[in-house]
C-alpha cells in the first residue's frame, strides 16, 4: 500500500525478466503505515491524492480515484503485508505475484486491501487455498513475522520505499541501488554496472537483490 512501490512494480518485474535465476530477488515488507486506527481526514485523502497523482505521471501506472471517494477508511498498511508474508511461505516467485496483484486490486481496482476477505479472495487467485490462507492469515506466527520484517527494514536504516539493495553474500556488504523510486532505464543501469563489477571480482553467480517495500 505504497504508492511509489507501485510504481516500481514494472522495474522490478524487468529485474527479474532481465536477470532470472542469477540474481534472485528477496522481497522483505518495510511497514508504511500498520497497525494505523484512525480514518483518513481531508488533509490526509488531499496529502494521497497528490502522491497518486505524481507517481501516475512517473510511472504511468495505473490508479483509480473513486477510492477517494470512501467514506472513513483506515490506511492501516499491516493486514495487506501480512498477507504477503503469508504467501511467501510459498516461495518468493509467490510473493512478488501476490505483492503485484495486490498492489493491482489497491490502486488500479479500488478494491479494500484492509480486509480478510479480498485478500483471501485474491490469494485464491493465485491459486491458494481460501480457507488455509484464512487460518494463515489469523494466526500469531504470521503477526510476528510481518513484525519482523517491519524490524529488519527498521534496523536496516530504511526510512522510505521502495528501497533495493544489492549483494552476492550474508559476509559481504551491500550495495544500494535506489532509496525511492527510479525509473527503469536509471535502474537497469545501475543493476547492470554492479552485476558486471560483481562478476570482475571473481563473486558467485547467485547475487540477491533485496526489495524492501
Avoid at 479472495?121 to 494466526?139: H, I, K, P, T, Y
Wanted: glycine residues 8%; contains cysteine.
Amino acid at each position: 500500500m505504497c504508492s511509489w512501490c507501485w510504481g516500481f512494480s514494472p522495474v522490478m518485474q524487468q529485474i527479474s525478466q532481465r536477470f532470472g535465476d542469477t540474481l534472485p530477488i528477496r522481497l522483505v515488507l518495510g511497514g508504511l503505515r500498520p497497525w494505523t486506527r484512525e480514518p483518513m481526514d481531508p488533509s490526509d485523502r488531499a496529502d494521497v491524492r497528490s502522491h497518486w497523482e505524481h507517481v501516475h505521471q512517473a510511472s504511468g501506472q495505473p490508479f483509480d480515484f473513486g477510492f477517494f471517494e470512501r467514506e472513513r477508511f483506515v490506511y492501516d498498511t499491516e493486514p495487506a503485508s501480512r498477507a504477503i508474508v503469508v504467501l511467501r511461505r510459498r516461495g518468493m516467485p509467490m510473493a512478488l505475484a501476490a505483492l503485484q496483484r495486490i498492489q493491482r486490486a489497491f490502486y488500479a481496482d479500488n478494491q479494500d486491501v484492509t480486509q480478510v476477505d479480498t485478500l483471501a479472495a485474491l490469494a485464491a487467485e493465485l491459486g491458494v487455498d481460501e480457507a488455509g490462507f484464512r487460518e494463515e492469515f489469523a494466526s500469531d506466527d504470521a503477526r510476528e513475522q510481518t513484525r519482523a520484517d517491519f524490524a529488519l527494514a527498521q534496523a536496516s536504516g530504511i526510512r522510505g520505499f521502495p528501497t533495493l539493495i544489492a549483494g552476492d553474500g550474508a559476509d559481504k556488504p551491500y550495495a544500494l541501488i535506489t532509496h525511492g523510486f527510479q525509473p527503469a532505464d536509471r535502474i537497469m543501469a545501475i543493476v547492470e554496472a554492479w552485476s558486471g563489477r560483481t562478476a570482475q571480482a571473481g563473486a558467485p553467480g547467485e547475487g540477491m537483490s533485496c526489495a524492501v517495500q
